[in-house]
């Protein structure tokens, strides 16, 4: 009678264990960020936190996983910005020959290639920010762990 309890209660425990059932959850995002999907990503971050708030394990993992999402999303947005910068200074290399800078055309072109690597240095100083706070929550981690080994 009591192995019988012994087993049930293991097996209870066993299914209740909230990082058990949540780490589906954090690998499916981690798969939908190799795929580039970073709104699932974000998305199942998200679930993670609000369906399974005991597993702590697991929710810390997908904090410090949310800011490689971060991260690699923002390294896409500066590739994107990048190649949309280059475009514009072929374009405004192709509309300022031969007219001087004061025209009007040249001079709207100009702003325009301006905004553009505002955005392109914008996306880059984004990436730099993840890359720091990565850093940051690694030696902060490193930190946790050494304290609660003592």
Request: with cysteine.
């Amino acid at each position: 009678m009591i192995s019988i309890f012994a087993c049930l209660s293991f097996f209870s425990c066993e299914k209740l264990n909230p990082n058990k059932e949540a780490v589906p959850l954090l690998e499916e995002a981690r798969q939908a960020v190799i795929d580039k999907d970073f709104a699932k990503a974000h998305a199942l971050i998200d679930s993670i936190r609000s369906a399974y708030p005991r597993a702590t394990e697991v929710r810390w993992a997908a904090l410090y996983f949310e800011d490689t999402i971060n991260l690699e999303e923002a390294k896409v947005q500066s590739r994107e910005a990048d190649s949309i910068y280059r475009f514009g200074v072929f374009e405004f290399e192709d509309v300022s020959k031969g007219l001087p800078v004061y025209h009007p055309t040249v001079r709207a072109a100009s702003e325009k290639l301006d905004s553009l690597k505002m955005e392109r240095n914008r996306m880059q100083m984004k990436v730099k920010f993840f890359y720091r706070k990565i850093q940051e929550r690694l030696i902060q981690k490193e930190k946790r762990e050494r304290n609660d080994g003592i």
